[in-house]
């Protein structure tokens, strides 16, 4: 089990910065990779960036050069920093981890309840 769980959010001006976190309950080492998505109104949730344990990160084509993924190992928390923020980029984000159960013998995929980022223009 991994409870997830994300700060960080708010309202910013257009050009403006966030830096959004996600803590896990468990050593982020466990962890196969820890993904921020976000999901706008009206629209489905995409993926916007991701950070593997073995050091990779992938972003969304729309926040690249924009945003940056970290990892904090001691504190067991991924970081979102987002910069040149434009409006599209208003939506509710949210973390997410995929671990491996060795009870049920495959890998489970943990949510966080979400943070609003708001960009105003």
């Known amino acids: 089990q991994v409870q997830l769980v994300e700060s960080g959010g708010g309202l910013v001006q257009a050009g403006g910065s966030l830096r959004l976190s996600c803590t896990a309950s468990?050593?982020?080492?466990?962890?196969?990779?820890v993904a921020w998505y976000r999901q706008a109104p009206g629209k489905q949730r995409e993926s916007v960036a991701r950070?593997?344990?073995?050091?990779?990160?992938t972003y969304a084509d729309s926040v690249k050069g924009r945003f940056t993924v970290s990892r904090d190992n001691a504190k067991n928390t991924v970081y979102l920093q987002m910069d040149s923020l434009k409006p599209e980029d208003t939506a509710v984000y949210y973390c997410?981890?995929?671990?491996?159960?060795?009870?049920?013998?495959?890998?489970?995929?943990?949510w966080g309840q979400g943070t609003q980022v708001t960009v105003s223009s």
């Open positions: 468990r050593s982020i080492f466990d962890l196969n990779y």
């Open positions: 997410s981890a995929e671990a491996f159960s060795s009870k049920l013998g495959a890998a489970i995929d943990y």
């Open positions: 950070s593997t344990t073995g050091g990779s990160e």
